[in-house]
Structures are given as structure tokens and as C-alpha cells.
């Protein structure tokens, strides 16, 4: 079968350093995405990786390792606004994305 | 501002009521979807429209049924549903064929059923 696993929750304190893990096993690999979901608001999104390695974005990074189905959102600076669920989907050889079920991340001050 | 639109936004309907969820997308993709997300539960696909066509997913009841009528309107009909049903129903477009085929979400509709 096809999953997708990241924590349920993380809390980090305003202005440190967080890294959210991913790992997967799907049927084929077509890319990895990272969304990030506000309560009650649509999911927007973050980043893609298809190849191995770091994709920078402001403070925002994405890491990609295919070997080892694993990927991480990092997020540097962080601010109070960075509370949100993020959520990692793989497109699978059909092109679909299978998703995970999200991490909510809690900033503290 | 995402460029897909949802509406109502929030819906509170009876088992026996028949009601329909708008999506509207403003991006020219040419692929549509639905997905239900439940509480600390992965999106779950629900229907697929690309390029027209529909891509049903089976495992969806038949108190659920879909309608694209263009390339920018997508409809969910809802009838007799049941309370476990009640979840964030969103839609999203892309466009199929593109590289990274990145989808784009609109606000979501809340629904509960009573």
C-alpha cells in the first residue's frame, strides 16, 4: 500500500528553528510537495522537490531524498503567523497525490 | 488570493436534504478535484476531472456525485447523506501535464450533516 508519514504535532518557540520529517512509500515517484494549511482555510502551497537535495525559499528550505523516501520542511525565524498544519504529498505514478494526514505546528513566544 | 473559489462556505444540511457545492477556478487549469478532509485524517480524494474527463474514485457512496460542466465549473450533489459525512470538502485545480502539476486549493466548504 501507499503512505505517508510525518509527526501529529510539533511546538517551537518564536524566533528558533523547526524540521518536519517525511517518509514515504508509494507506488512510483513523480515529486513531493509541502503545503501549509491555517485553520479553516484552504492548504497553499510551499514547495516541490523532485530531484535530491535543498530547495530554498526565503525561510523556508525543503530537503529530498529519494533513496531513502524521506523529506523535511525547515523553517528558520519563525514567527507566531507559522502556526499551521503542513502537510507532505507524494505524486505517485499516476500523478495523484497521496497525501499525509499533516503536522500541526505550535509556536510559542 | 488562490484563484479558486468555493461556495457556501459553510452548509448545515438534514439527512434527507438535497444540496449542491460550487468550485470555480480562475487559474485556465485543466484538471478539477474534490477531496474531503476529516480531522487528523489525510485529504482523501474523492473525484478527479481532468481534461474533461472524469476519474472516479470507487470507494466514493453514490450520495455523492459530481458534475463539470466546463474546464472552470465543478459541482459536488449531495443527497441523503449521513452524519459521517459531516467534514471540510475542498476543491483544487492544476494543470495536468504541466511539470510539477502543483495544485491549487479553494477555501473549502464546511459541511455538517444532522
Known amino acids: 500500500g501507499q503512505n505517508i508519514d510525518q509527526p501529529t504535532e510539533m511546538t517551537a518557540t518564536e524566533g528558533a528553528i523547526v524540521q518536519i520529517n517525511c517518509t514515504y512509500q508509494?507506488?512510483?515517484?513523480?515529486?513531493l510537495f509541502w503545503y501549509q494549511q491555517h485553520a479553516g482555510e484552504a492548504p497553499t502551497f510551499l514547495s516541490y522537490?523532485?530531484l535530491d537535495g535543498l530547495e530554498e525559499k526565503g525561510r523556508f528550505s525543503s530537503f529530498l531524498s529519494r533513496s531513502k523516501g524521506y523529506s523535511y520542511l525547515l523553517l528558520k525565524e519563525l514567527q507566531m503567523k507559522d502556526s499551521a498544519s503542513y502537510l507532505c504529498?507524494?505524486?505517485?505514478?499516476?500523478?495523484?497525490?497521496?497525501w499525509g494526514a499533516g503536522t500541526k505546528l505550535i509556536i510559542k513566544p | 488570493e488562490t484563484g479558486v473559489t468555493q461556495t457556501p462556505r459553510h452548509l448545515v444540511m438534514g439527512m434527507t436534504n438535497k444540496k449542491s457545492l460550487k468550485c470555480e477556478q480562475h487559474?485556465?487549469?485543466?484538471?478539477m478535484y474534490w477531496y474531503k478532509q476529516s480531522a487528523k485524517k489525510p485529504l482523501e480524494l474523492m473525484f478527479v476531472?481532468?481534461?474533461?474527463?472524469?476519474?472516479e474514485n470507487n470507494s466514493v457512496p453514490s450520495r455523492f456525485s459530481p458534475e463539470c460542466p466546463n474546464s472552470s465549473h465543478l459541482f459536488l450533489h449531495l443527497h441523503t447523506l449521513q452524519p459521517e459525512d459531516s467534514a471540510l470538502y475542498l476543491c483544487?485545480?492544476?494543470?495536468?501535464?504541466?511539470?510539477?502539476?502543483?495544485?491549487?486549493f479553494g477555501p473549502g466548504t464546511r459541511l455538517t450533516v444532522l
Open positions: 508509494t507506488s512510483g515517484f513523480n515529486g
Open positions: 504529498a507524494v505524486s505517485d505514478s499516476n500523478y495523484q497525490l497521496i
Open positions: 476531472y481532468s481534461l474533461e474527463e472524469r476519474v
Open positions: 483544487a485545480s492544476s494543470q495536468a501535464g504541466a511539470e510539477a502539476d502543483t495544485q491549487y
Open positions: 487559474l485556465g487549469h485543466n484538471a
Open positions: 522537490n523532485v
